[in-house]
């Protein structure tokens, strides 16, 4: 089985542009989440996508948006870049069923912001 | 709400000997309680999962992590560190949601 694909894996930008990363989930998956990481710190969670539609979202703002498309694949638009937003981005996808969602997470997208 | 504290940001063993890795959580429900490990520059993997079932629960690596309720605690420990178990590890806890939050991590560094 495929695992969790990010791209790209590396880019900078500067502040006030927009970004857009992508992530293909594991073959069978349903859900898919993006997560923040900064530099030594734990991931934080910006939203969880099921059937298409956002199922759940952490403390981020609207400018960070995303979507998810029926073949379970999913962006991560991030619009007016801040210096803040420079993070490790990690997708995650899980099979929702009863019990613990166990999290397949892909190697991240490392976004700098100049 | 549900909460992780992971105790150490940074712990240092030898080569062979016994590693613990503390981790604490807050939770009103019965949790589900997750051990990821970060090795450099690559995403999260999972060692680990407690889903109510036996309270010892084995990993990968030979980690393995205890569930004690009355402790809120689910420290992860292996007996012999290798050098190859330096990376950053993760203790999550699932919420009604199966949103996981996260501990900020603690750095393991094995000492030749």
């Known amino acids: 089985e495929t695992g969790v694909t990010q791209s790209p894996t590396h880019l900078i930008k500067t502040r006030g542009q927009q970004v857009t990363l992508r992530c293909s989930s594991q073959?069978?998956?349903?859900?898919v989440s993006w997560y923040q990481q900064a530099l030594g710190q734990g991931p934080q969670f910006i939203f969880q996508?099921?059937?298409?539609?956002?199922?759940g979202r952490g403390n981020f703002p609207p400018r960070f948006s995303g979507l998810q498309f029926p073949n379970y694949s999913s962006e991560l638009n991030v619009n007016a870049l801040e210096l803040d937003d420079s993070a490790l981005y990690l997708c995650?996808?899980?099979?929702?069923?009863?019990?613990?969602?166990?999290?397949?997470f892909g190697a991240g997208s490392r976004l700098t912001v100049l | 709400a549900q909460s992780v504290t992971q105790l150490g940001s940074h712990v240092s063993v030898s080569e062979g000997a016994l590693v613990l890795l503390r981790c604490n959580y807050s939770?009103?429900?019965?949790?589900?309680l997750f051990w990821y490990v970060q090795y450099p520059n690559q995403g999260l993997q999972l060692l680990l999962k407690?889903?109510?079932?036996a309270t010892l629960v084995k990993g990968i690596n030979g980690f393995e992590a205890e569930f004690k309720k009355s402790e809120t605690s689910f420290h992860l420990t292996k007996p012999s560190a290798h050098m190859s178990d330096a990376a950053e590890y993760f203790c999550?806890?699932?919420?009604?949601?199966?949103?996981?939050?996260w501990g900020a991590g603690t750095k393991l560094i094995i000492k030749p």
């Open positions: 995650a996808s899980s099979l929702v069923s009863r019990g613990a969602n166990v999290l397949t």
């Open positions: 073959s069978g998956h349903n859900t």
């Open positions: 996508y099921y059937r298409e539609e956002e199922n």
């Open positions: 939770s009103s429900v019965p949790p589900y």
């Open positions: 407690y889903t109510s079932a």
């Open positions: 999550a806890v699932s919420d009604s949601n199966y949103q996981l939050i």
